[in-house]
């Protein structure tokens, strides 16, 4: 039986101006700044406009009875896409293979993270090898693999979304890989410093596609969620790790050993990294294309992703500059990105401020020190237990059909609302007690609810961006991830003569009272949040045409019950229904 076919008209470039998203131009003659204005407004809701139509394209659900795959056609060509129950649709992954692309995703993740703070507590070996005398010179060898964060975040991202999230993975694993063992042999500190930015550059790849990967395989936002919570929690595991390995080995065996165990540990991680399958559907969905093009020697048969432009002017002004203009004209993520750099630098100033309190006031050795940073882990891990009850709680109000839980921003940002307290109370515990008089366990166990409120807010927010900006979701991680980890990579530097001018006490505060300051952020989304959703031009295109989309297919769903009715019943039958 030949499948159902439903004709549609293709994607047009002058679609979203049909449907009235493209202002008039003003009548007076715009400045310099109102016309840049313009010309983004119009590259983002064209840009939504073709994303979206692709998207919508690779999930129209279709009834095509003996047929593995739907499709769409036009007089010269015939488009396919995804049927409802299709499995090789990553939405109908099975359990098991979600929770090994979530595993895999967890060990690149770790890799990427323990290779940031990999040399932290070498660097006075390292100062020595190299005859380094500078206090900013030191900060240089975490720093400059956080710059590589900052440059990825705006390849991978975008490009992810265009090629598929496997070829991305795979091969920015591979040059990470290179990129270590690069670092164990470094013949000199210029030379250790650019393969720490390519190395960086490398591993911003995952920090990047996970949460674009975890949003192709879960469209349930419950299951979601927790994978992404359980994908927070294993991104402090990597930077905890490497102050310790650095820390004993270091002083034991040398600067160079501290990169060989991070490359057995990416060489190991290999294993687990050929498994990962591809998860973007309309990657996947070209492949189908290409093996039908090829056994049925039809050349007319495409996936939408083919019919996207992909020229270079597309890829400079449209693709690659997304994260960039999701930055800056949209609230939702500039406020998230401020909010989540802030935290982020905090994070990684510790790495300077840890040595000056337990080795300095403390006198700790280089591993001893190390330890330090293991209750940041501890709240890590008790930050999942305080997502898995919220989560519970939602679940139940949702079941219960609390009116507040119809809110997008009652999914997620509560826990933001409880992380952002946390970090200025560890901050300001860390400060007033690290002294020689109280024993070093009490400014330590700051870091239990230092690592509690972290995760919690990178759980609560970049959730919170997941499930605004959906299909968009890696260029709005792309544009997080760049902005903290240029945070990450810029405030360490200010470390250690903010805390030689004001001490350990007033350094600590005054980064309590800046977190206190972000701690509004949140609160803000969950008191204007659908106000600022409608302000946004792919969130709210987004909502126009999901609300089209659902009218289709009950228009859809309603036509099939009546041709069911006519081929069972009778056509005498069905009129009298109707």
Same mark, same amino acid.
């Given at each position: 039986?030949?499948?159902?076919?439903?004709?549609?008209?293709?994607?047009?470039?002058?679609?979203?101006?049909?449907?009235?998203?493209?202002?008039?131009?003003?009548?007076?003659?715009?400045?310099?700044?109102?016309?840049?204005?313009?010309?983004? =407004?119009?590259?983002?809701?064209?840009?939504?406009?073709?994303?979206?139509?692709?998207?919508?394209?690779?999930?129209?659900?279709?009834?095509?009875?003996?047929?593995?795959?739907?499709?769409?056609?036009?007089?010269?060509?015939?488009?396919?896409?995804?049927?409802?129950?299709?499995?090789?649709?990553?939405?109908?992954?099975?359990?098991?293979?979600?929770?090994?692309?979530?595993?895999?995703?967890?060990?690149?993740?770790?890799?990427?993270?323990?290779?940031?703070?990999?040399?932290?507590?070498?660097?006075?070996? @390292?100062?020595?090898?190299?005859?380094?005398?500078?206090?900013?010179?030191?900060?240089?060898? @975490?720093?400059?693999?956080?710059?590589?964060?900052?440059?990825?975040?705006?390849?991978?991202?975008?490009?992810?979304?265009?090629?598929?999230?496997? @070829? !991305?993975?795979?091969?920015?694993?591979?040059?990470?890989?290179?990129?270590?063992?690069?670092? &164990?042999?470094?013949?000199?500190?210029?030379?250790?410093?650019?393969?720490?930015?390519?190395?960086?550059?490398?591993?911003? =790849?995952?920090?990047?596609? @996970?949460?674009?990967?975890?949003?192709?395989?879960?469209?349930?936002?419950?299951?979601?969620?927790?994978?992404?919570?359980?994908?927070?929690?294993?991104?402090?595991?990597?930077?905890?790790? %490497?102050?310790?390995?650095?820390?004993?080995?270091?002083?034991?065996?040398?600067?160079?050993?501290?990169?060989?165990?991070?490359?057995?540990?990416?060489?190991?991680?290999?294993?687990?990294?050929?498994?990962?399958?591809?998860?973007?559907?309309?990657?996947?969905? *070209?492949?189908?294309?290409?093996?039908?093009?090829?056994?049925? +020697?039809?050349?007319?048969?495409? *996936?939408? !992703?083919?019919?996207?432009?992909?020229?270079?002017?597309?890829?400079?002004?449209?693709?690659?500059?997304?994260?960039?203009?999701?930055?800056?004209?949209?609230?939702?993520?500039?406020?998230?990105?401020?909010?989540?750099?802030?935290?982020? +630098?905090?994070?990684?100033?510790?790495?300077?401020?840890?040595?000056?309190?337990?080795?300095?006031?403390?006198?700790?050795?280089?591993?001893?020190?190390?330890?330090?940073?293991?209750?940041?882990?501890?709240? *890590?891990?008790?930050?999942?237990?305080?997502?898995?009850?919220?989560?519970?709680?939602?679940?139940?109000?949702?079941?219960?059909?609390?009116?507040?839980?119809?809110?997008?921003?009652?999914?997620?940002?509560?826990?933001?609302?409880? +992380?952002?307290?946390?970090?200025?109370? %560890?901050?300001?515990?860390?400060?007033?007690?690290?002294?020689? =008089?109280?024993?070093?366990?009490?400014?330590?166990?700051?870091?239990?609810?230092?690592?509690?409120?972290?995760?919690?807010?990178?759980?609560?927010?970049?959730?919170?961006?997941?499930?605004?900006?959906?299909?968009? *979701?890696?260029?709005?991680?792309?544009?997080?991830?760049?902005?903290?980890?240029?945070?990450?990579?810029?405030?360490?530097?200010?470390?250690?003569?903010?805390?030689?001018?004001?001490?350990?006490?007033?350094?600590?505060?005054?980064?309590?009272?800046?977190?206190?300051?972000?701690?509004?952020?949140?609160?803000?989304?969950?008191?204007?949040?659908?106000?600022?959703?409608?302000?946004?031009?792919?969130?709210?295109?987004?909502?126009?045409?999901?609300?089209?989309?659902? &009218?289709?297919?009950?228009?859809?769903?309603?036509?099939?019950?009546?041709?069911?009715?006519?081929?069972? +019943?009778?056509?005498?039958?069905?009129?009298?229904?109707?």
């Amino acid at each position: 039986m030949a499948p159902y076919v439903k004709t549609l008209e293709l994607p047009r470039d002058r679609e979203a101006s049909d449907a009235g998203l493209v202002s008039t131009p003003p009548l007076h003659r715009p400045n310099i700044l109102s016309r840049v204005i313009s010309g983004v =407004s119009r590259v983002d809701e064209t840009d939504a406009t073709e994303r979206y139509n692709l998207e919508e394209a690779d999930n129209k659900e279709i009834a095509s009875p003996g047929s593995s795959s739907s499709s769409v056609t036009s007089p010269e060509r015939k488009v396919i896409s995804w049927d409802h129950e299709d499995p090789e649709n990553p939405y109908n992954f099975s359990s098991a293979k979600k929770a090994t692309i979530v595993f895999i995703g967890m060990v690149v993740v770790v890799n990427s993270t323990m290779g940031s703070s990999l040399p932290s507590n070498a660097i006075p070996i @390292i100062s020595e090898y190299f005859h380094l005398a500078s206090s900013y010179t030191e900060v240089l060898p @975490i720093s400059m693999y956080l710059v590589g964060y900052v440059l990825g975040p705006l390849l991978f991202g975008p490009l992810s979304e265009s090629f598929g999230r496997r @070829i !991305i993975m795979t091969s920015t694993f591979f040059t990470f890989t290179v990129w270590t063992l690069a670092c &164990a042999l470094a013949p000199n500190f210029p030379a250790f410093l650019i393969f720490r930015v390519l190395t960086g550059i490398s591993a911003s =790849s995952p920090i990047t596609v @996970i949460g674009g990967v975890y949003a192709d395989i879960y469209n349930d936002p419950v299951t979601r969620g927790r994978a992404m919570a359980v994908f927070m929690g294993g991104t402090c595991v990597g930077p905890l790790l %490497a102050p310790l390995i650095s820390g004993f080995v270091a002083p034991a065996l040398g600067w160079r050993w501290v990169f060989w165990i991070g490359l057995i540990v990416a060489g190991a991680s290999w294993i687990p990294m050929i498994f990962l399958p591809e998860t973007y559907g309309p990657t996947l969905l *070209a492949k189908r294309a290409a093996r039908l093009r090829k056994t049925t +020697g039809n050349q007319n048969i495409f *996936a939408p !992703i083919e019919l996207e432009k992909k020229g270079v002017k597309q890829m400079v002004t449209v693709t690659l500059t997304r994260p960039l203009r999701m930055l800056f004209f949209e609230l939702i993520v500039s406020a998230t990105c401020i909010y989540l750099s802030l935290a982020y +630098g905090i994070f990684y100033i510790f790495f300077s401020a840890f040595p000056i309190v337990f080795q300095g006031i403390y006198g700790q050795s280089l591993g001893v020190s190390g330890l330090m940073f293991l209750p940041i882990g501890v709240g *890590a891990f008790a930050s999942i237990a305080v997502f898995l009850w919220y989560d519970a709680f939602l679940r139940k109000a949702q079941a219960l059909h609390k009116p507040w839980t119809l809110k997008e921003e009652s999914r997620r940002l509560p826990l933001a609302c409880i +992380g952002g307290p946390m970090i200025v109370l %560890a901050l300001f515990w860390l400060g007033w007690t690290s002294r020689t =008089s109280i024993p070093f366990v009490v400014p330590m166990l700051a870091g239990i609810p230092f690592g509690i409120g972290f995760i919690l807010i990178f759980m609560a927010l970049l959730n919170y961006l997941t499930d605004a900006y959906e299909i968009f *979701a890696a260029s709005a991680m792309a544009a997080a991830s760049c902005t903290r980890s240029l945070a990450g990579a810029v405030l360490p530097f200010a470390a250690a003569p903010m805390y030689d001018k004001l001490g350990v006490a007033w350094a600590s505060s005054l980064l309590g009272f800046l977190s206190m300051g972000m701690c509004v952020i949140p609160f803000l989304f969950l008191w204007k949040g659908d106000r600022i959703r409608e302000g946004s031009k792919f969130c709210r295109y987004l909502k126009e045409k999901k609300a089209k989309e659902l &009218a289709e297919l009950e228009r859809d769903r309603q036509r099939r019950l009546r041709l069911n009715e006519l081929n069972h +019943g009778g056509n005498d039958v069905v009129s009298e229904k109707v």
